[in-house]
């Protein structure tokens, strides 16, 4: 009974301050939203899939991201992504682990944050058993380039529903083999902002 | 020094010449900041290159800016071998009209300057290997394009010419079989490659003027 106590009392104080937010600030600009204005900071940690189309496997990594808002249309994002394993026990990676960095251009609208994106990224790469022609595979750092596209929801003023989709344009050149890591990535999941 | 470089030397102490007197304090100070990637073409074997990298600029006038770089690029040479190069280098920009940096308005320059570099190819086949540090000068056209009055999106065309040693690679036809050929040559040559960069920019202030 307390914790349903304690559960509705944090509900009604977010509900109440994400109103009050919104009477205090209710059209700073035309384009501005209470929750997409200048200086929103937002971060997310979440699982994506990823498919190569070249080798034709699945993937799977942990993601994140960190993004500060410039302006209501204008912000700078960077994101990391940790390779878990490929699905299909394939074993043409072992690593493939990468860093972005890059911009994004929003069309926000009331809660609704569509946007796209240009980042440029760093993939940390080691094939798999596959490719393995030596006691060890080489660690390969293959650079990136990473159109982005997706929506945020802000439906509370320290929380938000995201959908995200990457495709990564880059080769993979090693001792080991050369390859293209092309990969169409997705993500969707809760986000924490902060205004 | 061969006539190429005297042309690049001259342009770049025209360029840094045209800085000094085109200063201006209103605008003098304003700090950049921004991502690239870069896609460098005609260098080994035909094979075009593409890569990351970062930049800053800080503008020293009215017209004249200038860019401070690092980029780290790959190529994939016909599958048959790879090379990584790595630039650390400025540049001076030199905008071409009386007004740059105006909202939704394109502000074309030219830009020159010098760079140091790390090359590196890789052969598949033999797991033969050569590299070289050396330093290049870069010339070349560029534009931004002003999205807000903050952000701009640059596109730079430049031509890069190598000062060190000669590196390069070249495929031979054995038959039906493709073979990669490194050579390397102690005395510097006409080695260079046309870099396009594009890159995405925010004013983050001025550094030495408050508001």
Aim: positive net charge.
């Amino acid at each position: 009974m307390a914790k349903k106590i304690i559960l509705l009392l944090a509900f009604l104080i977010g509900y109440n301050y994400s109103n009050a937010r919104q009477l205090k600030y209710p059209n700073i600009f035309p384009e501005e939203t209470p929750f997409i204005h200048k200086g929103l900071l937002r971060t997310t940690l979440t699982f994506a899939t990823g498919y190569m189309p070249k080798q034709k496997i699945n993937n799977l990594y942990l993601t994140g991201n960190i993004e500060y808002y410039a302006d209501s249309k204008i912000s700078f994002r960077g994101d990391g992504m940790y390779f878990f394993n490929s699905m299909n026990q394939d074993k043409t990676l072992k690593q493939n682990h990468s860093l972005y960095g890059g911009a994004a251009w929003h069309f926000p609208k009331k809660n609704f944050d569509a946007f796209v994106g240009l980042q440029t990224g760093l993939a940390i790469c080691q094939l798999g058993t596959l490719y393995q022609n030596a006691p060890k595979s080489e660690i390969a750092y293959n650079p990136l380039v990473s159109p982005i596209l997706g929506f945020n929801f802000y439906a509370q003023n320290w929380f938000h529903l995201f959908v995200n989709a990457r495709y990564n344009i880059g080769n993979h050149l090693s001792a080991d083999a050369i390859m293209p890591i092309n990969e169409l990535n997705f993500s969707f999941g809760l986000g924490f902002n902060i205004n | 020094m061969n006539q190429l470089q005297k042309t690049f030397l001259f342009l770049a102490i025209f360029i840094v010449n045209s800085a000094v007197f085109a200063q201006s304090k209103n605008e003098s100070g304003q700090f950049f900041l921004g991502v690239r990637s870069t896609s460098s073409l005609f260098t080994d074997a035909g094979s075009p290159g593409s890569g990351i990298g970062g930049q800053f600029r800080i503008r020293m006038g009215k017209r004249v800016n200038t860019e401070w770089f690092a980029d780290y690029l790959t190529t994939n040479i016909q599958n048959l071998g790879y090379r990584r190069d790595g630039h650390i280098g400025w540049s001076v920009l030199f905008y071409l009209s009386k007004e740059p940096l105006q909202l939704k308005k394109i502000s074309p320059f030219l830009i020159a300057g010098h760079c140091f570099d790390y090359t590196k190819v890789y052969v598949l086949a033999d797991k033969k290997t050569e590299d070289r540090w050396s330093s290049a000068v870069q010339m070349g056209i560029g534009t931004h394009y002003n999205v807000t009055e903050k952000f701009d999106i640059s596109l730079t065309t430049q031509y890069m010419n190598h000062l060190g040693a000669d590196l390069h690679s070249h495929i031979e036809k054995n038959g039906d079989v493709k073979e990669l050929k490194i050579e390397k040559h102690g005395s510097a040559g006409l080695e260079g490659h046309l870099l396009i960069t594009l890159s995405l920019n925010y004013n983050l202030g001025n550094l030495w003027r408050k508001k």
